[in-house]
Each structure stands twice: as C-alpha cells, then as structure tokens.
C-alpha cells in the first residue's frame, strides 16, 4: 500500500510556469501508473497527464504543448511541469497512481492562475 504526497502548487500567474511532484512513501513496487488529474470548482475531475508502464506518454489535448509529465512509476514519482499556464488551468491537481490493479489518490495540491 502506498500514500502519495504531492507539493509544489501555488498562486502564479498567466504565461508563468509551476512543477507539481508527486512521491510514493511505502511499498512502490508494482506501480503500473502514475498520473496527474483536475478538479476545478463546479466541474469533473479530468485526467491531465499519464504514464502507463509499456504504452505511450498520454497528454490530454488542452496540455499539449503546454505541460510535460515524467517520472518513474517503480520509484513512485511523478512530476508535472506546466508553461504557459491559463487562468483555466486553476484547479486541485491530483497525484494518482495504481499499484496491484487498486487505485490511489494524493491529497490534492491548489493550483490557482491569475489574468
């Protein structure tokens, strides 16, 4: 089992840059995923970024170009570096990870973007 623990969000504003992490503490073997989600007030959670051992880097279409996710899923880490960011982009970004087919959740870090 393992608990993820994000920082690195804050208040910046538009066109400037932000890098989320993400750490695994416990057991980090048998990470299959490691990935970044959204929630901004009043909307769904949505996938932002993800990496899935043995497939292709996914980068949901409204980061692309704009933010870049890397990693290691066996060390349990995940970052996500964001540019150009929008006032849009404001929301919780979430960690997530999957270890043994069960589904694990970080705390959630604010991310805030002023125009």
């Known amino acids: 089992q393992v608990q993820l623990v994000e920082s690195g969000g804050g208040l910046v504003q538009a066109g400037d840059s932000l890098r989320l992490s993400c750490k695994a503490t416990g057991t980090t073997e048998c990470i299959s995923a490691m990935a970044w989600y959204r929630q901004a007030p009043g909307k769904d959670r949505e996938l932002v970024a993800r990496?899935?051992?043995?497939?292709?880097?996914y980068i949901s279409n409204f980061a692309k170009g704009r933010f870049t996710i890397s990693g290691d899923n066996g060390e349990g880490t995940s970052y996500l570096q964001m540019s150009s960011l929008k006032p849009e982009d404001t929301a919780v970004y979430y960690c997530y990870g999957k270890q043994s087919g069960v589904d694990y959740w970080g705390q959630g870090t604010q991310v805030t973007v002023s125009s």
């Open positions: 990496i899935l051992d043995h497939s292709p880097v």
